[in-house]
C-alpha cells in the first residue's frame, strides 16, 4: 500500500474508484462500503453514460484500500470506529478527470447500524439518498 495517511488512503481510494469505472462514468460517483473486523462488502455505484446508475461489485484493490483505511481509521488517536462508509465523488468533468472535484464523505457508526438488517437493506437507502429514484442496473458476475 502506498498511501501513507487517512488523507491520502481517501484520495488513494477515489482513484482506484475512478479507474474502475472508467470512460462509462458521466456523474456522481458512491463507493458504498460495509465494514467489520474481517469482512468487507463494498460496492461501486455511477451515474453512466445511459443515464442508468450502474452497481458493480468492488474488485479486489478497491476492498483492500477501503479495509485498509478502516484498520488505519481505528489505529488513530482520537478516530472513532465506523462501520459504513459513503463516499461521493461529485462535480468531476468526466473529460478532464485531473481536474478537481468535490468529495464527500459519510460515515456511519457501530451503534447506528440496525444489527438486524444487513447490507441489502442499507444499500438501497444509500442509493436512493444519493442518487434519487433511478433505475439501478447490475450485471451479476456470476451469471
Known amino acids: ?17 475512478l479507474a474502475v469505472a472508467g470512460d462509462d462514468l458521466a456523474g456522481r460517483l458512491l463507493v458504498y ?30 476492498d483492500d484500500l477501503v479495509y485498509d483505511l478502516w484498520q488505519r481509521w481505528k489505529a488513530e488517536s482520537g478516530y472513532k470506529e465506523w462501520r ?8 468531476l468533468d468526466v ?5 478537481d472535484a468535490k468529495m464527500t464523505i459519510e460515515l456511519t457508526y457501530p451503534e447506528d447500524v440496525d444489527v438486524e438488517e444487513d447490507v441489502s437493506d ?6 436512493k439518498k444519493y442518487f434519487g429514484d433511478v433505475k439501478v442496473v447490475w450485471t451479476d458476475p456470476f451469471a
Open 33 to 62: 462500503a460495509e465494514v467489520e473486523d474481517r469482512v468487507i462488502s463494498t460496492n461501486l455505484l455511477y451515474k453512466n453514460r445511459q443515464g442508468d446508475v450502474r452497481l458493480l461489485l468492488s474488485p479486489r484493490p478497491l
Open 122 to 127: 442499507r444499500r438501497p437507502r444509500a442509493v
Open 84 to 91: 459504513v462508509m459513503s463516499y461521493i465523488v461529485d462535480d
Open 1 to 17: 500500500m502506498s498511501a501513507t495517511s487517512v488523507e491520502d488512503m481517501f484520495q488513494e481510494i477515489g482513484r482506484e474508484a
Open 95 to 99: 473529460d478532464n478527470v485531473d481536474k
